[in-house]
């Protein structure tokens, strides 16, 4: 029996990125089910991002889920999606069949965000609940306070993570936003026999490149 896949993508991403192409894409080849979807106030979906939270992120996943897939679920995580499928794969253990994830950011508002805020982003955040932060891929964006208060309530790091499913770590050693050692402390936390940790020791974050999306469309079909 074919599984379903689907997609959770990252933090400020949308459904039309080169992975989620790529892999609709092989689900028409292959004639298999496939679901990629815009988190609140992401992409096409409406809402105001910054009202977004990571308890907000996880109800859409769980939605799409419950809603628009049948049978069990290969959950392809990237970035943030990579922490919210493993949230979706403890909440829902007889529906996830495995998990695929790239460069995940588990935990990423209290592990990765918190420790690199100065001491005015600080300032700024207790100031007006919003920090305005930098990125390398346009405009700054909004880190805001009840972002990161609700980021610790849904945190899973140190572990135990009580999933007992294939997880598969795609990670890029040159990832300037989840280093390889926060990712490879996310496949020591799972509990599950069949954990892979791949290193990609010239990958970036974005795992996009056409050696990449091959090596992440081999995982999907072996997975499969």
Not at 215 to 220: E, P, T, Y
């Amino acid at each position: 029996m074919r599984s379903d896949c689907g997609l959770a993508g990252g933090f400020r991403s949308d459904m039309t990125g080169t992975k989620a192409q790529a892999l609709a894409d092989w689900a028409l080849n292959c004639g298999r089910a496939y679901v990629r979807f815009d988190y609140f106030g992401h992409g096409d979906s409406g809402g105001d991002f910054a009202q977004g939270t990571i308890s907000r992120w996880y109800d859409d996943a769980l939605a799409v889920i419950d809603k628009l897939t049948s049978g069990e679920v290969i959950l392809v995580g990237s970035s943030m999606g990579g922490w919210l499928s493993c949230l979706a794969a403890l909440a829902r253990p007889e529906r996830i069949k495995a998990l695929l994830l790239v460069a995940p950011a588990a935990d990423f508002t209290g592990k990765l965000i918190r420790p690199e805020m100065t001491h005015d982003d600080k300032a700024e955040l207790q100031a007006t609940g919003v920090w305005m932060r930098p990125s390398d891929y346009g405009d700054p964006y909004p880190i805001t306070q009840a972002l990161l208060e609700d980021g610790e309530k849904m945190a899973v790091l140190p572990g135990p993570i009580l999933i007992n499913k294939p997880v598969w770590i795609l990670q890029g050693g040159r990832d300037p936003d989840v280093p390889w050692r926060h990712a490879l402390a996310l496949s020591e936390a799972v509990v599950s026999e069949d954990a892979v940790f791949t290193l990609i020791r010239d990958g970036d974050h974005r795992l996009s490149r056409p050696q990449d999306i091959a090596r992440l469309i081999a995982s999907v079909e072996a997975l499969s």
